[in-house]
């Protein structure tokens, strides 16, 4: 789980790199409250190998990384 | 990740336009669009500083932030928000503006300077490269400013009701504010021509993602491509631009010229045009984009972003009030920076460095 609510991009990103280098988990959930973060982890997401699906909760939007 | 993002291509298609138009127009030679030279000279404008020469409201400034507030607002991404280590945003903005006017030009005036073939540019853009490398690194291990917090209104619209403040104060009161008889700051645009192409670009800005540091940094972080074609998409139609209109003798509007002497509004002192540059890479890496991009994140209601701003505009008149700006080549003779501006820009490493350092996430050392 990251969260990265709050930090604007590329953090989250470096956040998921770091987490998906450190432990390579079959699943993952990224929290972000921006839109940009969505489309900017799905891209690193998706080119990782993840697919990707994006529930929006009022303003943060939770993202399901899975292999 | 191979494929082309088309919106950000037509984001950096309009920026080249909009560019080669106002400098047609009357904006300087290679200065269609620079947000350090047009912040510097809203610095000059309200008086904060005294170089006679670079003084005037530029409307391009008020119009990129009002066009990236309203797309965000249409769009549903407007939102007040801020608490991301304010004051050493609004230091790091300072420093990226002074290193800026060392080159003279923004990350995004370096890309026009480029098309316009000054080779000066090719020096800074392998700096700002560099500045931007030092930064990815403590980014990779970790650093960062902090998170932001939801705030009230009045932090999402700090600094988009201060621009139109002072630009409708500039229209109605023209005298209250300082506005240069020569020199770059006396080559301009129509006001209103400027802000509504200014508005365009702003919005287009807000919707692509538009960033001058955003390309370089993703493209080392994750080999992600996406900002550089918005990035390579300026550089080329300015060039095209140059080419096929520079000799049509429009406004200001000046033909390709490959070279490093003799180019519009620029000094060949290759040494402190790279180590400008460095300083403004590294710093933008840390604030998390380019000094365009920090204008359309305050439109969207970003106040960490409109406060580097205000850092600029203070960077801005700190670097001409104590003469440590670029002085551009004039008459054969190479220009270039003071003894003090020189004495600055190493200073300014160590406070990045120290900004850096600091901020990362406690173990991080062990890890690089």
């Not at chain 2, 490959?258 to 840390?286: E, I, K, R, T, Y």
Request: glycine share 14%; hydrophobic share 55%; proline share 4%.
């Amino acid at each position: 789980m990251v969260d990265a609510r709050g930090y604007s991009c590329p953090i989250p990103v470096v956040m998921v790199q770091r987490a998906v280098k450190a432990e390579d988990p079959q699943n993952l959930t990224v929290l972000v409250d921006e839109q940009v973060c969505v489309e900017n982890v799905t891209r690193f997401a998706k080119a990782s190998g993840y697919s990707v699906t994006v529930t929006r909760d009022g303003d943060d939007f939770k993202l399901e990384l899975s292999k | 990740m191979k494929k082309v993002n088309w919106l950000v291509v037509l984001a950096g298609v309009a920026v080249g336009i909009a560019a080669l138009a106002l400098s047609a127009l009357g904006n300087p030679a290679n200065m269609g669009f620079c947000i350090a030279c047009f912040e510097r000279d809203i610095a000059g404008g309200l008086g904060l500083h005294a170089a006679a020469k670079v003084q005037y409201i530029r409307p391009e400034i008020i119009g990129l932030v009002l066009g990236a507030m309203v797309m965000a607002l249409v769009k549903g991404e407007f939102r007040a928000k801020g608490g991301s280590s304010p004051a050493t945003r609004f230091l790091l903005g300072a420093l990226v503006m002074i290193g800026a006017l060392v080159f003279l030009g923004c990350p995004l005036r370096m890309v026009l300077r480029l098309g316009g073939g000054d080779l000066n540019a090719l020096v800074a853009l392998i700096g700002f490269t560099l500045g931007i490398f030092i930064g990815a690194q403590f980014v990779k291990r970790g650093f960062s400013l902090k998170r932001t917090y939801t705030m009230g209104a009045s932090e999402g619209i700090a600094l988009p009701a201060f621009l139109i403040v002072v630009g409708l104060a500039f229209v109605i009161f023209p005298a209250l504010f300082k506005a240069s008889t020569e020199g770059p700051g006396s080559m301009r645009a129509p006001f209103f021509v400027a802000l509504v192409i200014a508005i365009v670009v702003g919005a287009l800005a807000q919707r692509s993602r538009l960033c001058m540091v955003g390309g370089i940094r993703d493209a080392m972080l994750f080999k992600d491509f996406k900002l550089l074609y918005g990035f390579l998409a300026i550089l080329i139609v300015t060039i095209i631009g140059k080419l096929a209109l520079g000799g049509l003798g429009w406004g200001k509007l000046t033909p390709f010229k490959l070279g490093f002497a003799g180019q519009p509004v620029a000094h060949s002192s290759h040494l402190w045009n790279f180590l400008g540059m460095v300083l403004a890479g590294w710093g933008s890496v840390l604030l998390g984009g380019c000094p365009l991009r920090q204008l359309i994140l305050a439109g969207e209601g970003n106040g960490d972003s409109a406060v580097t701003v205000f850092g600029m505009i203070i960077g801005a008149a700190i670097s001409h009030n104590f003469g440590m700006a670029g002085n551009p080549d004039a008459n054969g003779v190479v220009g270039g920076i003071s003894l003090t501006g020189k004495v600055f820009v190493l200073c300014a490493f160590v406070v990045l460095l120290v900004i850096s350092m600091v901020n990362l996430p406690k173990g991080a050392k062990k890890e690089a």
